[in-house]
């Protein structure tokens, strides 16, 4: 028996509204996949399960609001070792599912699908088909009242279901989202002793790199500068364990691996900082897809649980907005925000010599619990001269 | 506001443009001593005289192409063809010749010429007078037909068919001449577009010429059983006005076209596709159309009357569209 809670989806989640099941009873699952969309005051998040299994029953409907750790679904794990055992199981057939993985016993007739010949169209008319699938009702359950039966405008507008809170959702989620920025902010500053550095990066040597190795690359390949920058990041933290990872019940947990939290800025205000998963193992063409990718989703609001609740380090990046450096506020539990501001061109002395160069101001923002200012530095020196030898990244 | 027949408004636009421009004349089959086959043209040989009020012998081919020699020769001549049953004979003149024109002189040549024919049943006067062929020559690029059903329009819309470069073939429903009605000062006209001659919102009925009396009685018959209709009339049988046509189809979602053409290859036809082709999400029923029975037009009264579109085959077909 395996119990699906409702994860955090980050520290400032307390509770989620379930939007939609992705499965259905007796569904085949397998780790990793989507089986649920929950809002969170962020954004609408899919929900990936982390064992392989049957699904049993979904105990939460749709629209329900419940808080962080409640069980939403039951499943049969298929051969895996059983869950520690719950005191409370009322595990109503606990034996077949470990010994028999190949078939368990599901509910009687469990339907043969593919061997059913689709259902012939229903009747409906133009309008009618496209006003269902604006508001979402299926025509399949609408009684039709036009010529021959037939599914007329006016029927899929009484099966609509009636707009439940009139409020629109924006304005709200706007307010919801400014709360959990607020929540998650207060509970940093207030339990996070922040120690703060900085570090100015000459980066003619990237930039001339990365000019070369985007005249081989199509137009719409190019690499950003954003996406070099992450991977020097995730590069050095290798060495750096003590700033990737968390701070959880009065001690640091190192992260598995450099999950990197990347700050986008939404439309609508707020922000979010999904991760993009093990950075400093990435190609710089991957994650310029997987950075782009990621935007796009953040801004629709389609995230995945384990984007959400993965980031084992912070990246910040205003250099866009036009300001020099970014000193950010550490999103608990983690315990590292490194910020690049602007690229700027500065007189910059190098082997005797001075000259005009881009420099950028990398800056750390680091937990004190969890490192020590001479760490931090010696952290932001290494990535200075990771930046120095573009052609590793 | 005055009351005036259609043929009175008919008359009265002719004489005004003849009075007007010295290079109009009319000439067709008794147009002048016997005062036009539907009485059009009466008193205008005497007002105006022989030589802009022509008699031509029976032949629609010559007179036709004479009326396209005059136009190239810079006069603005009107046409009158009996019926459209007879306008076959002058097809070459319009089809291969006038409205070809301006295309293979590579616009050199325009030809103003406006042609008047009588179409439609009705007042039996047997299958070889009573068609509907206005879709015959909607189907040809290089004209502009109209089909006036107001008295307003039969007034109105020879003075801008005149005006216009190219041909113009005007259709005058025979049913529509005795009609009477008001005839606002001034009254305003173009050759472009469709118009609601009764607003509605839950069936539009779209319809010209002659059938457009009929529509309208239709349209009062389904308000009596609460169903709201609109009534469209094309006025411009080519180039259709799309606009007002996909206007009212989206408001009503659901349309009954009225045609006294036979259905086969119809006017009708053509406007399903256009609705389909540019409304087709926003019907929320099946089109539906009353045109006439697919038989030569019978002289009996009772059995000509049957073959035509009327106003309770109208309503039948409106009904059908709901549920």
Redesign the interface.
């Given at each position: 028996m395996i119990e699906f809670k409702l994860p955090s989806l980050g520290a400032d989640m307390d509770q989620g509204k379930l939007l939609e099941w992705k499965v259905k009873p007796g569904d085949a699952v397998k780790r990793g996949q989507v089986i649920a969309v929950v809002d969170t005051s962020k954004a609408a998040v899919e929900v990936e399960i982390w064992h392989d299994g049957v699904v049993d029953e979904l105990i939460t409907k749709p629209g329900e609001t419940i808080g962080v750790g409640t069980v939403m679904a039951k499943l049969s794990g298929a051969g895996e070792p059983a869950v520690p055992p719950k005191a409370a199981a009322p595990a109503p057939k606990p034996a077949a599912a470990a010994t028999k993985p190949a078939a368990p016993a599901r509910k009687p007739a469990a339907v043969p699908a593919p061997s059913i010949p689709p259902p012939l169209r229903k009747p409906a008319?133009?309008?009618?088909?496209?006003r269902a699938h604006e508001l979402d009702v299926d025509i399949d359950k609408v009684t039709?009242?036009?010529?021959?039966?037939?599914v007329?405008?006016a029927d899929i507008e009484k099966a609509a279901p009636k707009p439940t809170t009139p409020a629109p959702p924006a304005p709200d989620r706007q307010a919801e989202m400014r709360k959990a920025i607020a929540a998650a902010m207060s509970r940093s500053k207030r339990e996070i002793p922040h120690y703060y550095l900085s570090e100015a990066i000459p980066m003619h040597r990237a930039l001339e790199h990365l000019a070369r190795a985007n005249e081989a690359r199509p137009v719409t390949e190019r690499v950003l500068m954003g996406a070099l920058q992450l991977k020097a990041v995730a590069l050095t933290l290798r060495h750096y364990r003590e700033l990737n990872g968390f701070w959880r019940d009065g001690g640091f947990q190192p992260g598995a691996g450099v999950h990197v939290g990347v700050a986008i800025s939404l439309r609508q205000g707020g922000l979010v900082a999904p991760a993009i998963h093990d950075v400093d193992e990435r190609s710089l063409e991957e994650l310029m897809r997987a950075l782009a990718d990621l935007v796009k989703r953040a801004r629709a609001g389609s995230l995945r649980s384990s984007e959400m609740s993965d980031p084992t380090v912070t990246v910040t990046n205003l250099g866009e907005q036009g300001v020099e450096s970014v000193l950010g506020v550490i999103y608990p539990p983690q315990v590292a925000l490194v910020g690049f501001g602007r690229i700027v061109e500065r007189a910059w002395a190098e082997d005797g010599a001075l000259r005009a160069a881009p420099v950028v101001t990398a800056t750390l923002s680091g937990d004190h619990r969890a490192s020590d200012g001479h760490r931090g530095a010696r952290f932001l020196a290494a990535l200075r001269e990771q930046l120095q030898r573009p052609e590793e990244l | 506001m005055k009351k005036i027949s259609y043929r009175e408004a008919m008359r009265e636009a002719l004489r005004e443009a003849l009075a007007a421009d010295p290079r109009v004349f009319l000439m067709g089959e008794d147009v002048g001593r016997y005062g036009g086959t539907y009485a059009v043209s009466k008193g205008l040989l005497q007002e105006f005289g022989p030589e802009r009020i022509r008699d031509t012998p029976l032949s629609e081919l010559g007179f036709t192409g004479a009326g396209i020699g005059a136009a190239l020769g810079g006069m603005r001549p009107i046409v009158e063809v009996m019926t459209v049953n007879f306008s076959l004979l002058a097809l070459d003149q319009i089809v291969n010749t006038a409205s070809l024109y301006r295309h293979m002189s590579g616009g050199q040549f325009s030809v103003p010429l406006v042609i008047r024919m009588a179409t439609g049943a009705g007042r039996q006067i047997a299958a070889q007078h009573s068609h509907s062929l206005e879709n015959w020559y909607a189907h040809i690029p290089g004209i502009k037909v109209l089909a006036p059903a107001t008295v307003e329009d039969a007034r109105g819309m020879l003075a801008p068919a005149l005006a216009d470069p190219d041909p113009v073939v005007i259709f005058e429903h025979a049913a529509l001449y005795n009609t009477e009605g008001e005839l606002p000062e001034p009254w305003s006209t173009d050759i472009k577009s469709a118009m609601v001659r009764k607003p509605g919102s839950a069936v539009s009925l779209i319809t010209y010429g002659g059938s457009l009396p009929k529509t309208l009685e239709a349209a009062q018959m389904l308000a009596k059983e609460g169903i709201d209709a609109e009534v469209v009339d094309l006025r411009v049988l080519r180039p259709l006005d799309d606009e007002t046509i996909m206007a009212s189809v989206a408001k009503c979602r659901r349309a009954v076209i009225v045609d006294e053409g036979w259905k086969t290859g119809s006017l009708a036809a053509e406007l399903m596709a256009r609705i389909v082709e540019q409304a087709f999400y926003e019907l929320d029923a099946p089109l539906a159309r009353v045109c006439s029975e697919e038989v030569p037009m019978p002289y009996a009264k009772h059995m000509e009357q049957a073959a035509l579109p009327q106003p309770d085959k109208i309503v039948a077909a409106a009904k059908g569209l709901f549920g």
């Amino acid at each position: 028996m395996i119990e699906f809670k409702l994860p955090s989806l980050g520290a400032d989640m307390d509770q989620g509204k379930l939007l939609e099941w992705k499965v259905k009873p007796g569904d085949a699952v397998k780790r990793g996949q989507v089986i649920a969309v929950v809002d969170t005051s962020k954004a609408a998040v899919e929900v990936e399960i982390w064992h392989d299994g049957v699904v049993d029953e979904l105990i939460t409907k749709p629209g329900e609001t419940i808080g962080v750790g409640t069980v939403m679904a039951k499943l049969s794990g298929a051969g895996e070792p059983a869950v520690p055992p719950k005191a409370a199981a009322p595990a109503p057939k606990p034996a077949a599912a470990a010994t028999k993985p190949a078939a368990p016993a599901r509910k009687p007739a469990a339907v043969p699908a593919p061997s059913i010949p689709p259902p012939l169209r229903k009747p409906a008319s133009p309008a009618a088909r496209k006003r269902a699938h604006e508001l979402d009702v299926d025509i399949d359950k609408v009684t039709g009242t036009g010529p021959h039966g037939a599914v007329a405008l006016a029927d899929i507008e009484k099966a609509a279901p009636k707009p439940t809170t009139p409020a629109p959702p924006a304005p709200d989620r706007q307010a919801e989202m400014r709360k959990a920025i607020a929540a998650a902010m207060s509970r940093s500053k207030r339990e996070i002793p922040h120690y703060y550095l900085s570090e100015a990066i000459p980066m003619h040597r990237a930039l001339e790199h990365l000019a070369r190795a985007n005249e081989a690359r199509p137009v719409t390949e190019r690499v950003l500068m954003g996406a070099l920058q992450l991977k020097a990041v995730a590069l050095t933290l290798r060495h750096y364990r003590e700033l990737n990872g968390f701070w959880r019940d009065g001690g640091f947990q190192p992260g598995a691996g450099v999950h990197v939290g990347v700050a986008i800025s939404l439309r609508q205000g707020g922000l979010v900082a999904p991760a993009i998963h093990d950075v400093d193992e990435r190609s710089l063409e991957e994650l310029m897809r997987a950075l782009a990718d990621l935007v796009k989703r953040a801004r629709a609001g389609s995230l995945r649980s384990s984007e959400m609740s993965d980031p084992t380090v912070t990246v910040t990046n205003l250099g866009e907005q036009g300001v020099e450096s970014v000193l950010g506020v550490i999103y608990p539990p983690q315990v590292a925000l490194v910020g690049f501001g602007r690229i700027v061109e500065r007189a910059w002395a190098e082997d005797g010599a001075l000259r005009a160069a881009p420099v950028v101001t990398a800056t750390l923002s680091g937990d004190h619990r969890a490192s020590d200012g001479h760490r931090g530095a010696r952290f932001l020196a290494a990535l200075r001269e990771q930046l120095q030898r573009p052609e590793e990244l | 506001m005055k009351k005036i027949s259609y043929r009175e408004a008919m008359r009265e636009a002719l004489r005004e443009a003849l009075a007007a421009d010295p290079r109009v004349f009319l000439m067709g089959e008794d147009v002048g001593r016997y005062g036009g086959t539907y009485a059009v043209s009466k008193g205008l040989l005497q007002e105006f005289g022989p030589e802009r009020i022509r008699d031509t012998p029976l032949s629609e081919l010559g007179f036709t192409g004479a009326g396209i020699g005059a136009a190239l020769g810079g006069m603005r001549p009107i046409v009158e063809v009996m019926t459209v049953n007879f306008s076959l004979l002058a097809l070459d003149q319009i089809v291969n010749t006038a409205s070809l024109y301006r295309h293979m002189s590579g616009g050199q040549f325009s030809v103003p010429l406006v042609i008047r024919m009588a179409t439609g049943a009705g007042r039996q006067i047997a299958a070889q007078h009573s068609h509907s062929l206005e879709n015959w020559y909607a189907h040809i690029p290089g004209i502009k037909v109209l089909a006036p059903a107001t008295v307003e329009d039969a007034r109105g819309m020879l003075a801008p068919a005149l005006a216009d470069p190219d041909p113009v073939v005007i259709f005058e429903h025979a049913a529509l001449y005795n009609t009477e009605g008001e005839l606002p000062e001034p009254w305003s006209t173009d050759i472009k577009s469709a118009m609601v001659r009764k607003p509605g919102s839950a069936v539009s009925l779209i319809t010209y010429g002659g059938s457009l009396p009929k529509t309208l009685e239709a349209a009062q018959m389904l308000a009596k059983e609460g169903i709201d209709a609109e009534v469209v009339d094309l006025r411009v049988l080519r180039p259709l006005d799309d606009e007002t046509i996909m206007a009212s189809v989206a408001k009503c979602r659901r349309a009954v076209i009225v045609d006294e053409g036979w259905k086969t290859g119809s006017l009708a036809a053509e406007l399903m596709a256009r609705i389909v082709e540019q409304a087709f999400y926003e019907l929320d029923a099946p089109l539906a159309r009353v045109c006439s029975e697919e038989v030569p037009m019978p002289y009996a009264k009772h059995m000509e009357q049957a073959a035509l579109p009327q106003p309770d085959k109208i309503v039948a077909a409106a009904k059908g569209l709901f549920g």
